[in-house]
């Protein structure tokens, strides 16, 4: 196994410190074909600039998108996981649909010490909705090692939209593990088991076109070629 690889149930201690191998994505990496494959899953992160989606201290400029990379066993199954990662400030300009096309799952985060940042969840649900109906999403309260009291709290956004809720900190990397595994295993069996309806509309497009593609053929061939005619 590649040195990112972990295994589901082993957490990694880059995972734990909210500081997976991270790749600049350059334009190769963007293929989102891929992820039409089995053992490929695309988690995006979303949330306000600052609540701890990258949690990297000693990164200077964010840059609009980042991938992290990460390889997972599922039921025995080698997965290789995307995570996309964002810069908050992004919603601004609203954010491109590249971000979510294809996306399996989806990490929703918010900083428990700025109110506006759980606030601003909807909006960003919203967004989530209009590009992918269906995926799960989980909401993340990260910065809990700030203040443990908000464990206490009960957050309706979570509880409105039946989303589970996770009390995390990045920085001391509680919960952080388990957060990952989860959303994982939440892409792998949307994958699986279920398909926006969109994504069954487009499919389903796609092998009409086929159909017609191959119909089209057999029809050229069979005026082309007197081969093909019926003894008379
Ligand atoms: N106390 C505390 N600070 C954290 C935690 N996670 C992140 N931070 C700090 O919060 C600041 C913002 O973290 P980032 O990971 O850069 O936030 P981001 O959501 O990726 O922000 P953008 O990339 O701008 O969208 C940094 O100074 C982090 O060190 C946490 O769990 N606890
Ligand atoms: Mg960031």
């Known amino acids: 196994m590649e040195s990112r690889a972990r295994e589901i149930g082993a957490p990694s201690p880059e995972l734990s410190q909210g500081s997976m191998a991270r790749d600049k994505a350059n334009p190769c990496e963007l293929d989102q074909e891929k992820y039409d494959a089995d053992d490929n899953v695309k988690i995006i992160c979303l949330g306000d600039s600052a609540v701890g989606k990258s949690n990297q201290p000693q990164q200077l400029s964010t840059y609009a998108l980042t991938l992290y990379k990460h390889t997972a066993t599922v039921d025995g199954k080698t997965v290789l996981v995307d995570f996309w990662d964002t810069a908050g400030q992004e919603r601004f300009q609203s954010m491109h649909a590249s971000y979510y096309h294809k996306a399996h799952a989806c990490i929703m ?26 995926i799960p999403c989980v909401v993340v309260a990260n910065k809990i090692d700030a203040d443990i009291k908000v464990t206490q709290k ?79």
């Not at 909807?122 to 269906?134: A, K, S």
């Not at 920085?171 to 088991?193: H, M, P």
């Open 154 to 232: 009960s957050f309706n956004f979570a509880r409105k939209f039946s989303l589970p809720l996770y009390f995390v900190s990045a920085a001391d990397g509680t919960n952080v593990v388990k957060l990952f595994n989860d959303a994982i295993r939440l892409a792998v069996s949307y994958k699986q088991n279920s398909q926006d309806f969109m994504d069954e509309v487009l499919q389903e497009l796609e092998n009409i076109d086929l159909e017609q593609k191959e119909e089209d053929q057999l029809d050229h061939e069979q005026r082309g070629s007197p081969k093909s005619l019926p003894p008379s």
């Open 109 to 134: 985060v918010f900083d428990v010490q700025r109110k506006v940042t759980y606030k601003n969840l909807g909006t960003w649900y919203t967004e989530l909705r209009e590009f992918r109906p269906e």
